[in-house]
């Protein structure tokens, strides 16, 4: 692979982090036992947490637990008098991940697991695919499909496979005269069938990979072997055998359906006269038959080709081919998967331009760990939407390799995470909800099983709260598990060695990027090309060419039309603006001037996005799309609700759309490809680009494998032109710890976790952590007037002082340090809540108020305690709507305004712009006010009307919904371990769901496959597919044809994600299912005598 000029530079100089006197904080065996978790953030779907300092994207905590970014895009985007501040991606999904630590809304069935395993199959048989099963095995099949494709995937399928096949032979049993000639291998058990085609085609398996892999090394990635040293290759070959060894029995097991571990359950209950001696001799028999299935099983897996692609099979090669189209490594990625630290598991950070192909290299390593090591793996992504993008595509990978995929953001996620027995699992996650996964993992002892945590955009550490977050889950890491492996990867890092001090990390770095990306910069007609060499960092390039009459030159003074028309339709242009409502008046302002040619384009396909946003809508439309759409432009930010961007997102990717204004917040979201991205001015909101949001902006064009060319253009103002030149020149900017800026939602919730965890206990072990902590690698620059010691002390004794943790004394003396800690029950809701330390006491007042006069007539009540703190206080009512509102409140639900001490005398007077002498707390007026809203959309499940209503953009709306689901989830857990709340527990469960789906029932089922929202669960739904039984036996050609606006792509993805998740449910099941099934571990052994066995 030619990499041109690209310059490989490898720092490995890794500076051992000093940690003062770690000895017995380190080798405390509890310590080591322990392991840490939590977090998340999507913005505003797609707002860049990149930008999270700026004016306009600010972190906004929605929960308490998990900051939510709100981005906020000011100026002439500000609503007067609202609240326009939109949750950015981390709010999107505010407190997805803060929210819920540990929640569980994955499974949200209340039945016995018996009850679930009877659903599932009951479902199983009603899909519409099964009845007609027999003639359409080539499609649908899962099995089928697996024993066309491989081996390893067989075992994946084991339970579809064991299901289709009991209804198939159900079906020849009604229908005798059926010939089962064609179909002779759904005669016998589907394991047997999986064995037998196995068996059959194992030799010429094997003969043909080795042939491939001859071919394989006759390429280019001869070399990639050959590198490889042989020793390390029969290492993992021989860890690859052994795990394939122990894989084999349980995934054996795994094809007994759940239906026959049940009825042989059952029946043995029902018979035993002696159910020990009767199950005991279960386990005997079941023991046998394991025994035998591995057997067989290593006949199997003599020919399981593992090691040939970088110690993996060399199916992973062919899939990366298949899937991803990527037929080779580029050479950097090849010579970092080699290096002799990277081999020696060390912890690595790595940077390369964007687009320079990151991604992969990192999947290798977590593919090695799962498949080779046989340990979990965790991968930090900053955006909801970038986990569920990141989900959908490796699902496919999960089902074919054997692994599973769990999706940790949003409202989904289980803490702890399953227990798998055999197939480990890849846990995506959001940054909050990752922290949350670790605490967990630390608090029930499992942090060891975690093999590996990759961190993309790792210079997200230096942002705010959720930069602190990240940094406590990577210290927890660090401090309690060795054995984990830690790898952090950016396009835009500067100051490498704190990172590397802090990680204990190498480094890796080059200046590769596929495709050429060029600068340029626009000052009135003129365009420059970026040019370090030259004297003042530009020369000149050309003058634009364009005839502007006086009235286009009035409407567009930055000559848009002229540049964007160079690109569209042909090729994609994003034009990022520096507020939401300027996206909206450029996308109008373009098509005002787009000549009519251009409505030909695609007209149909157009027309499609249209009639599918309204049917996502409830048939509202926005009319800014209305009118840009059929240009093929469309404008994206946080305005739009998720079901809106993801839809938008689709066309603009299949080329349907060619052109989107935008906000900061693309650039950090979804891979959106361009061949031309400009830059409307060089702001975001009202604060001046920085270099890192520059570069990731312009790094969205010119995207590998999509175009072949990208350029960028910056729209200057003369007045301007100084700075500029500055950012185009000076290096990218510092990352800083905000550990200790971030108060409370920081140092404090750290501390408050590494105590009730156990982490350490006093305060030498305390300070011994932050030692270790990015903020101690930085505490000299960042707090120069105060030492960590200081500091540590500090905030333990707020800490204490707030109630939340308690001092014991080791000894007699009064020494500071010859104190232990402890939680305290209210430490201990907070931190299980994951409540922002700042809330914790007013949450625990409000609670307590409402215990003594609860109004259950309606939801209201239990909306107001669910309303998030953060965002009500950033609420600005508006009066007239607050006392229209309020007007429109049956006596009951004016009853709870009366409670909390808003009477309608105060809204009426308000709204009427009169003086109030008595002083009413603003707080609880603009948190009921949110309820209000929140109250109007659960009665109404439709954004628009409730957007209307309040006037607030449906975005924001959504935002709320999600950050209250959040929230509630949190306060559910923040009563777990309050026993004076125990009455909340049941009502907040209910009305946690009831936020998080704030859909018709029937659609849940849909939408907790990954990347299906609202709008598309109804389109499948109204086609049949009812449950995710139907989408995981779905044909994606067959979803393509019966579905609007769905591509192939999409099909797939959709498909596999159904596939995933059902199987981890089935899985789940089943461990229950044996569990339940095992002798316990203490049963009393009484020996049975002789007569009694007769
Ligand atoms: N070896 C390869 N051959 C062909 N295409 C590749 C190869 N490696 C990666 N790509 C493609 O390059 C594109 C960009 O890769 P990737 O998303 O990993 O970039 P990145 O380095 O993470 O950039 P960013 O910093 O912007 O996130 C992807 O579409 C990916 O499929
Ligand atoms: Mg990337």
Redesign the pocket.
């Known amino acids: 692979m030619d990499e041109g000029v690209s310059r490989i530079r490898r720092r490995v100089s890794v500076r051992k982090r000093d940690r003062p006197s770690l000895g017995s904080g380190f080798a405390a065996p509890t310590a080591a036992e322990l392991k840490p978790g939590d977090e998340e953030g999507e913005e505003a779907m797609v707002a860049g947490s990149r930008r999270r300092k700026t004016v306009e994207v600010q972190p906004v905590e929605v929960s308490n637990s998990e900051p939510c970014l709100i981005a906020h895009f000011g100026g002439d985007d500000t609503d007067p008098g609202l609240l326009p501040r939109m949750p950015t991606e981390g709010t999107q999904r505010p407190n997805d991940s803060e929210e819920d630590m540990f929640g569980d809304y994955d499974s949200f069935a209340e039945n016995s697991f018996l009850a679930q395993v009877d659903d599932l199959e009951q479902q199983y048989m009603q899909v519409p695919e099964h009845r007609k099963h027999a003639s359409d095995l080539s499609t649908e099949d899962l099995c089928s499909e697996s024993i066309k494709h491989n081996k390893l995937s067989i075992t994946t399928v084991g339970n579809f496979t064991e299901l289709k096949t009991d209804e198939h032979i159900k079906n020849h049993s009604r229908h005798e005269d059926v010939s089962i000639e064609p179909d002779i291998l759904y005669d016998v058990p589907s394991s047997q069938v999986l064995y037998f085609e196995n068996l059959q085609n194992s030799s010429d398996d094997l003969g043909n990979q080795c042939t491939k892999e001859r071919d394989w090394n006759a390429s280019s990635h001869k070399t990639v072997n050959e590198e490889l040293p042989q020793n390390r290759i029969e290492q993992h070959q021989q860890i690859d055998d052994s795990s394939s060894k122990v894989r084999t029995s349980s995934e054996e097991n795994r094809r007994k359906s759940l239906k026959e571990h049940l009825k042989s359950a059952m029946t043995g209950n029902a018979k035993a006269q002696t159910p020990i001696f009767s199950r005991t001799k279960q386990l005997k028999e079941t023991l046998l038959s394991e025994e035998i299935n591995v057997a067989k099983k290593t006949i199997e897996s003599s020919s399981d080709d593992l090691g040939p692609f970088y110690s993996l099979p060399s199916k992973v090669r062919d899939l990366y081919v298949q899937f991803?189209g990527?037929?080779?490594?580029?050479e950097w990625?090849h010579t970092c998967l080699t290096l002799n630290s990277v081999q020696e598991r060390k912890n690595l950070i790595y940077s390369?331009p964007?687009?320079?192909?990151?991604?992969?290299v990192a999947e290798i390593l977590m593919l090695q760990e799962l498949l080779c090591r046989r340990r979990d793996v965790l991968m930090i992504l900053p955006y909801v939407a970038i986990v569920q993008e990141k989900i959908s595509g490796l699902s496919s990978f999960g089902i074919e390799l054997g692994f599973f995929v769990e999706e940790y953001a949003g409202s989904k996620g289980k803490f702890p995470p399953i227990k798998r027995r055999e197939k480990k699992s890849l846990y995506i996650a959001t940054i909050e909800k990752g922290h949350s996964l670790v605490n967990s993992l630390i608090e029930t002892g499992r942090i060891g099983s975690l093999g590996l945590v990759v961190v993309d955009e790792l210079h997200m550490i230096g942002e705010g709260s959720r930069g602190a977050i990240l940094e406590m889950t990577l210290a927890k890491i660090l401090y309690t598990s060795k054995t984990t492996q830690i790898i952090g990867m950016s396009?835009t890092l500067n100051n490498v060695e704190d990172l590397q001090e802090f990680l204990q990390a190498e480094y890796y770095t080059s200046q590769f990027r596929?495709v050429e990306l060029k600068e340029y910069l626009k000052i009135n007609n003129a365009i420059y090309e970026v040019d370090c060499k030259a004297e003042n960092g530009m020369t000149f390039s050309r003058l634009l060419n364009c005839q502007y009459s006086d009235t286009l030159k009035k409407m567009d003074p930055d000559h848009l039309v002229a540049l964007v028309t160079e690109v569209i339709p042909n090729y994609s242009c994003l034009v990022f603006c520096p507020t939401k409502k300027n996206c909206e008046n450029v996308a109008e302002m373009i098509c005002k001037f787009l000549s009519k040619e251009y409505l030909k384009q695609r007209e149909k396909e157009k027309h499609e996005v249209i009639k599918n946003l309204k049917n996502i809508s409830s048939g509202n439309l926005c009319p800014v799309l209305k009118r840009t759409i059929p240009f093929g432009v469309a404008y994206h930010h946080s305005g739009l609700t998720s079901d809106e961007r993801k839809l938008l997102e689709e066309a603009y990717s299949t080329g349907v759309l060619c052109l989107f204004t935008c906000t900061s917040t693309l650039a950090a979201g979804v891979?959106l490809p361009a061949r031309r991205v400009i830059l409307r001015a060089p702001y975001v909101a009202k604060e001046f680009l920085k270099r890192n949001q520059y570069k990731q902006m312009i790094?969205r064009a010119g995207?590998?494998?999509?175009d072949s060319v990208g350029e960028s253009i910056l729209i200057l103002q003369e007045k301007d032109k100084q700075q500029v030149l500055e950012l185009i020149s000076r290096p990218l900017e510092n990352c800083y710890s905000h550990l200790v800026q971030e108060f409370t939602k920081g140092i404090q919730t750290l501390f408050l976790s590494l105590i009730g965890l156990k982490i350490a206990t006093n305060l030498d072990d305390v300070y011994h952590f932050m030692c270790g902590t990015f903020f101690g690698v930085q505490q000299k620059i960042l707090l120069k007037e105060k030492s960590l010691w200081e500091i540590t002390v500090e905030s333990l004794r707020y800490l204490t002082e707030k109630g939340l943790l308690q001092k014991d004394a080791i000894n007699k003396s009064e020494e500071e340090s010859q104190y232990s800690f402890h939680i305290t029950k209210l430490g201990r809701a907070s931190f299980k809540g994951t409540i922002d330390l700042a809330y914790c006491d007013i949450l625990y007042r409000d609670l307590k108020k409402g215990l003594e006069g609860l109004v259950l007539e309606s939801l209201l009540h239990l909306i107001y305690l669910t309303t998030p703190y953060d965002m009500a206080s950033q609420c600005v009512p508006d009066w007239m709507i607050y006392f229209r509102q309020f007007s429109q409140l049956s006596p009951a639900e004016q009853n709870v305004a009366a409670l909390l001490g808003v009477s309608e005398n105060f809204i009426g007077k308000k709204a009427s712009g009169q003086a109030i002498k008595k002083k009413v707390d603003k707080d609880i007026v603009n948190r009921l006010y949110l309820s209000f809203v929140l109250y109007t959309l659960l009665k109404e499940t439709n954004i628009w009307s409730v957007s209307e209503k309040f006037n607030m953009p449906r975005g924001y709306i959504q935002s709320l919904l999600t950050g209250a689901a959040s929230f509630s989830s949190c306060v559910l857990h923040f009563c777990e371990e309050l026993e004076e709340f125990w009455v909340y527990r049941a009502l907040l469960g209910e009305l946690t769901k009831k936020l998080t789906y704030c859909v018709k029932a029937e659609l849940i089922p849909l939408m907790e496959v990954t990347g299906v929202l609202e709008g598309r669960a109804k389109q499948l739904y109204n086609a049949g597919y009812k449950s995710l039984m139907h989408l995981a036996n779905a044909n994606p050609e067959v979803l393509i044809r019966t579905l609007d606006h769905l591509s192939r792509r999409q099909a797939k993805q959709i498909v596999s994600s159904a596939k995933m998740l059902l199987h981890e449910k089935a899985e789940a099941l089943q461990e229950e299912v044996e569990e339940l099934l095992r002798l316990p571990p203490d049963f009393p052994s009484i020996e049975v005598s002789a007569t009694e066995k007769a």
């Not at 990527?326 to 580029?330: G, R």
């Not at 964007?354 to 992969?360: A, E, I, Q, R, Y």
């Open positions: 991803k990527i037929e080779k490594l580029y990625q390369l964007t687009s320079g192909g990151k991604t992969l396009a596929p891979n790094g995207r590998a494998g999509i």
